[in-house]
């Protein structure tokens, strides 16, 4: 069993309260859009770390973390990208490969937009953790924390950050 602390779009902004919500958690998930190479220090010094680039970060974060992270946790295949999109309307890049080995979970960032879904075609759940830090249309900062136990996902929780 793994708690997941999941967050995307920072945008170089730290919070105080992402210790105090990550440090109860296994893992650490950012799914782009970082911003900073201090962001991943700070996340790092609470938990394990796994992350993806977004297209706003720079070569020194892209020299780290990959586009797609693709990886198996708990028994469960997940995959994690940036512009990845969501259920009936993913991103062309992402297609080809979603449709011909989907994953059990789906995770992207970038709208800035909090998505939970699952996908009846694919049988797989989308999360979109929204948006951690102050840049960007949105107006709530969210993060979101679960459970991977032995494949199947538990205890999904929104955290508000409040307004941005």
């Known amino acids: 069993m793994k708690r997941i602390g999941l967050l995307s779009d920072t945008h170089a902004y730290w919070d105080e309260r992402y210790v105090k919500y990550f440090s109860e958690c296994d893992e650490i998930w ?10 991943i ?3 790092q010094s609470i938990k394990p770390l796994r992350a993806v680039y977004g297209n706003i970060d720079g ?13 198996s946790i708990e028994g469960t295949d997940v ?3 940036h512009i990845g999109g969501y259920p009936g309307k993913y991103s062309k890049e992402v ?12 995770i992207s960032g970038h709208s800035h937009i909090l998505k939970v879904l699952y996908d009846k075609t694919l049988n797989l759940l989308h ?9 960007g249309f949105h107006q709530k900062r969210t993060l979101v924390r679960f459970t991977i136990d032995d494949g199947a996902f538990k205890d999904l ?7 941005k």
């Open 157 to 163: 929780e929104v955290i508000e950050l409040g307004e």
């Open 59 to 71: 070569q020194d974060i892209r020299r780290i973390y990959p586009k797609h992270l693709r990886f």
């Open 95 to 106: 297609i080809p490969e979603i449709y011909r080995k989907p994953p059990k979970l789906f």
């Open 79 to 81: 995959w994690m990208t």
């Open 30 to 39: 950012h799914a782009g859009d970082i911003g900073s190479i201090e962001i």
């Open 41 to 43: 220090d700070k996340l």
């Open 127 to 135: 999360i979109n953790p929204g948006a951690a830090g102050k840049y």
